[in-house]
């Protein structure tokens, strides 16, 4: 069985989950979701990154993911006024977001236990959005790079290893 979403019992491991305890982001903010995270680190300029980082959602929005949306909002209004990115080549993209998510269950217990508990199940970043670079689309498709999903089944080997 495989899981192939980040919702329900999973959502922990949405990049929009509001963590806990929060991480910090390389500009020194403590942040409240690994996309915040995530988003704040792509940027070379620390001003850049300290937007993102206190990006928030309204306290009118009603939904758990509304700080998470609001960074990566706050990323594509910077980077449309032309703010200077770090490394965008794949590669990169993809260590940058196995630090985020490692520190993510480093610092959450929890987190990093649902991932143990997985066992050898397949991983999957199944999404309505249409993004295939990381996850899947649509979900149950496997149509995608899944990367989201296979950083997280390679942090859980490497837990195990441990």
């Given at each position: 069985m495989a899981i192939e979403a980040f919702r329900g019992d999973y959502y922990p491991f949405s990049n929009m989950y509001p963590l806990e305890t929060w991480i910090k982001a390389d500009c020194g903010e403590?942040?409240?979701?690994s996309e915040h995270a995530y988003m704040a680190n792509r940027f070379s300029l620390y001003d850049d990154q300290l937007k993102v980082a206190l990006a928030r959602g309204s306290?009118?929005?009603n939904f758990s993911a509304k700080h998470g949306v609001a960074a990566k909002e706050r990323a594509?209004?910077?980077?449309?006024?032309?703010?200077v990115l770090i490394d965008e080549r794949d590669v990169a993209r993809i260590a940058l977001m196995k630090r985020v998510v490692q520190l993510k269950l480093e610092n959450?217990?929890?987190i990093k236990e649902l991932l143990e508990g997985t066992g050898d199940q397949s991983i999957y970043e199944g999404n309505s959005w249409g993004d295939r670079f990381w996850g899947v689309s649509p979900v149950g498709s496997c149509q995608g790079y899944n990367n989201l999903g296979q950083i997280?089944?390679?942090l859980r080997q490497e837990f195990?290893?441990?």
């Amino acid at each position: 069985m495989a899981i192939e979403a980040f919702r329900g019992d999973y959502y922990p491991f949405s990049n929009m989950y509001p963590l806990e305890t929060w991480i910090k982001a390389d500009c020194g903010e403590d942040v409240p979701t690994s996309e915040h995270a995530y988003m704040a680190n792509r940027f070379s300029l620390y001003d850049d990154q300290l937007k993102v980082a206190l990006a928030r959602g309204s306290a009118a929005d009603n939904f758990s993911a509304k700080h998470g949306v609001a960074a990566k909002e706050r990323a594509y209004e910077l980077i449309r006024e032309g703010a200077v990115l770090i490394d965008e080549r794949d590669v990169a993209r993809i260590a940058l977001m196995k630090r985020v998510v490692q520190l993510k269950l480093e610092n959450n217990e929890h987190i990093k236990e649902l991932l143990e508990g997985t066992g050898d199940q397949s991983i999957y970043e199944g999404n309505s959005w249409g993004d295939r670079f990381w996850g899947v689309s649509p979900v149950g498709s496997c149509q995608g790079y899944n990367n989201l999903g296979q950083i997280l089944m390679s942090l859980r080997q490497e837990f195990r290893e441990d």
